[in-house]
């Protein structure tokens, strides 16, 4: 594995990371904030929805830096006694995994689509395009708002790993649409060079040609797009727990705290919102200006 890495990091794309100093930074803070919401359980002080441990005697405390703060509550506590600390790393926890799981559905709807009405052309590519067309008249958070608010009334009592999966599907549905028109314009290239013709006239299957051949060179603008895409699958959920329509009340995204923190923003407690919100923006920001990075080194023209 470390020869591995050391192989990328001799390569082009490995010597433009290395150079850039805002994809380092940007890099490092996604990588923080990862681990520790990867491993939150051991890295968050307390468990913050743990109800035996809640003490709404330490309800609303400011940060440690204040005189009224404790030390063993660093940013302070929340309307229920919960520790911020421990809260944002668990929100940052629910909010990753929500737009990752969303933006990997998304990219292989969205490129398995995008493959068969580039490919395949006639009525297929009509029908998906317009498809796209449609889903594209409406704003995507107004789609995953109606999806995410039927699902939830439909299954107001089902466990909360069913709402996880009605708000993973309302954020793919807004999703896909991008991926798909961005395979089908680069296949509607492919097809029509050397190589397919030749796999077609030594009779290979449509689909073992667009799997073994076309796909793997689609892949690059999908993975710049994947990138930017978790960013706006994060904000997106944040948004719907925001409005209420997100993730459950027992395990709260980041959208969540921020809600519940806007309660007591003009009260005086601004810490139960804004340092949820300063995590958003930190992986929102981050993730954001690595696209960014990797558009630029995988396109040719800058090199």
């Known amino acids: ?66 005189a009224e703060g404790s030390k063993t509550f660093l940013l302070g506590t929340d309307d229920q006694g919960r520790d911020i600390l421990s809260a944002v790393i668990y929100g940052a926890r629910i909010s990753l995994a929500v737009g990752l799981a969303s933006v990997v559905l998304s990219v292989v709807v969205g490129v398995t689509l995008g493959l068969l009405a580039g490919y395949l052309g006639g009525w297929i590519d009509a029908f998906l395009m317009r498809l796209c067309d449609v889903m594209l008249s409406f704003p995507a958070i107004l789609v995953a708002l109606l999806i995410a608010g039927v699902g939830r009334a439909m299954f107001s009592n089902a466990h909360e790993t069913l709402a996880f999966g009605v708000l993973i599907l309302s954020i793919t549905l807004t999703g896909w649409v991008q991926y798909a028109r961005t395979v089908r314009g680069s296949t509607l290239v492919e097809r029509n060079k050397e190589y397919v013709q030749a796999a077609r006239v030594t009779g290979v299957s449509s689909l073992r040609i667009m799997r073994r051949h076309v796909l793997p060179n689609v892949l ?33 995204s980041l959208g969540t705290l921020i809600r519940i923190g806007n309660d007591y923003l003009f009260s005086g407690e601004w810490w139960i919102t804004i340092f949820p919100g300063v995590m958003l923006v930190l992986i929102a920001l981050s993730v954001n200006l690595l696209g960014d990075w990797l558009r630029d080194a995988l396109n040719p023209r800058l090199r």
């Not at 433009?16 to 904030?33: E, K």
């Not at 997106?236 to 925001?242: D, H, I, K, N, W």
């Open 1 to 66: 594995m470390i020869a591995a890495l050391r192989h990328w990091l001799d390569s082009d794309i490995g010597y433009s990371f290395r150079s850039s100093p805002t994809a380092l930074v940007a890099a490092l803070i996604a990588l923080v904030c990862g681990i520790a919401a990867l491993f939150a359980p051991w890295v968050a002080p307390h468990n913050p929805f743990d109800l035996v441990t809640l003490e709404l005697a330490n309800a609303r405390l400011p940060p440690a830096w204040y």
């Open 220 to 252: 690059g603008p999908v993975l710049v797009l994947a990138t930017i895409h978790v960013a706006t699958a994060i904000i997106t959920e944040a948004t719907l727990s925001f409005l209420g329509v997100g993730a459950p009340p027992t395990s709260p």
